[in-house]
């Protein structure tokens, strides 16, 4: 059975930083890309990031890029996200997702997800 566990939500001031780690067990963790999603209250789930297989591609939302980095250790099976100079607007449930196939970007792209973590930045 395919798990994945997200950590490292909190809160933390405007203009802050948090790690997300996603650990992955149950399978081959190189062989399928995976992706961090967000959903704020009263808004859809929308794509944060994604990282291939071999971490060589990463894709990210313009509403991030150049704040945050998504990284793989296929050696520990953990996916992560480094949030830097964070916004009020970052807040949300992040959650990471193994992807099966289809466009990184699109939630039905991913066909296991996490339960989520906070994220809260307070202004």
């Known amino acids: 059975q395919v798990q994945l566990v997200e950590s490292g939500g909190g809160l933390v001031q405007a203009g802050g930083s948090l790690r997300l780690s996603c650990a992955v067990s149950?399978?081959?963790?190189?062989?399928?890309?995976m992706g961090w999603f967000r959903q704020a209250p009263g808004k859809e789930r929308e794509f944060v990031a994604a990282?291939?297989?071999?971490?060589?591609?990463?894709y990210y939302a313009n509403s991030v890029k150049g704040r945050f980095t998504i990284s793989r250790d296929n050696a520990k099976n953990t996916v992560y996200l480094q949030m830097n100079s964070l916004e009020p607007e970052d807040t949300a449930v992040y959650y990471c997702?193994?992807?099966?196939?289809?466009?990184?970007?699109?939630?039905?792209?991913?066909?296991?997800w996490g339960q989520g973590t906070q994220v809260t930045v307070s202004s």
């Open positions: 997702a193994s992807r099966y196939g289809g466009a990184y970007g699109d939630t039905g792209a991913y066909n296991v």
């Open positions: 149950g399978r081959t963790f190189s062989s399928y890309a």
């Open positions: 990282i291939s297989g071999s971490g060589g591609s990463s």
